[in-house]
T-cell receptor, first 114, second 112 residues
Framework: SAVISQKPSRDICQRGTSLTIQCQVDSQVTMMFWYRQQPGQSLTLIATANQGSEATYESGFVIDKFPISRPNLTFSTLTVSNMSPEDSSIYLC???????????FGEGSWLTVV | EDKVVQSPLSLVVHEGDTVTLNCSYE??????LLWYKQEKKAPTFLFML????IEKKSGRLSSILDKKELFSILNITATQTGDSAVYLC????????????FGDGTTLTVKP
C-alpha cells in the first residue's frame, strides 16, 4: 500500500480563518480523495482531486469553501476556508489501492475551530 | 441514493467473546466491499471483498460477502482489549475507482 503523509496532524483554528492541509504520497496516483469525518460520525467524501483538471466535488461541498490543488501526481492540498465551529473535523486524504478496489488513508488532520 | 448500514451501532463485550458485525448495502455500480478499523484518526484497512461466499481471514478476524442478499459480516473471535475500535464498512464503485460510501460504523468496546 502507498505511504500517505498529511500535515498538519492537528490544529486549533480561529473562526473565520482558512487552513490548508497538505497530502504527500510516496508513489504517483491518478486520483486522490479528500474525506471529512465530523465528531461521532462516519466518513464523507468531499471531493476527488484529479491531476491536470479541476477537482470533482460531492453534493453539499463547493470549491469556494474547500478549494483543492493537485499540482502533480504525488501531492494535493485541501483548504478549509472561512472556518466555523461546524468545520471541526478530521480531514483525511486517501488514494486508491492497486486495481482500484480499495482505498488507503493518510494519518488525518484533526482541526478544531474555536 | 446509495446507502450503507451497519449494525449494531455499538457493542460491549468481554475479552474472549466472539462478535459479529453486520453491514448491509443498497448501491448501484458495486465494485467492492471494504472493512476498516479506526482507533484514533485514520482508518486502517482490514479486508476487501468482491466475490460472494469467499471468506477472507486475518488472524482472529474474518469476513464474508453475500452479493445476493447485499450484506457482509465481520467476525472477531477471542476478542482482546486491543480490538476496541470503530469498525467501518464501505462500498467502492465501478464508476470511480477509489471513491467509497461509508456506513456509520460499529463501536466495539472489549472489557478485560
Amino acid at each position: 500500500s502507498a505511504v500517505i503523509s498529511q500535515k498538519p496532524s492537528r490544529d486549533i483554528c480561529q473562526r473565520g480563518t482558512s487552513l490548508t492541509i497538505q497530502c504527500q504520497v510516496d508513489s504517483q496516483v491518478t486520483m486522490m480523495f479528500w474525506y471529512r469525518q465530523q465528531p461521532g460520525q462516519s466518513l464523507t467524501l468531499i471531493a476527488t482531486a484529479n491531476q491536470g483538471s479541476e477537482a470533482t466535488y460531492e453534493s453539499g461541498f463547493v470549491i469556494d469553501k474547500f478549494p483543492i490543488s493537485r499540482p502533480n501526481l504525488t501531492f494535493s492540498t485541501l483548504t478549509v476556508s472561512n472556518m466555523s465551529p461546524e468545520d471541526s473535523s478530521i480531514y483525511l486524504c486517501s488514494v486508491p489501492g492497486q486495481g482500484g478496489n480499495t482505498i488507503y488513508f493518510g494519518e488525518g488532520s484533526w482541526l478544531t475551530v474555536v | 441514493e446509495d446507502k450503507v448500514v451497519q449494525s449494531p451501532l455499538s457493542l460491549v463485550v468481554h475479552e474472549g467473546d466472539t462478535v459479529t458485525l453486520n453491514c448491509s448495502y443498497e448501491v448501484t455500480n458495486f465494485r467492492s466491499l471494504l472493512w476498516y478499523k479506526q482507533e484514533k484518526k485514520a482508518p486502517t484497512f482490514l479486508f476487501m471483498l468482491t466475490s460472494s461466499g469467499i471468506e477472507k481471514k486475518s488472524g482472529r478476524l474474518s469476513s464474508i460477502l453475500d452479493k445476493k442478499e447485499l450484506f457482509s459480516i465481520l467476525n472477531i473471535t477471542a476478542t482482546q482489549t486491543g480490538d476496541s475500535a470503530v469498525y467501518l464498512c464501505a462500498v467502492g464503485f465501478n464508476t470511480n475507482a477509489g471513491k467509497s460510501t461509508f456506513g456509520d460504523g460499529t463501536t466495539l468496546t472489549v472489557k478485560p
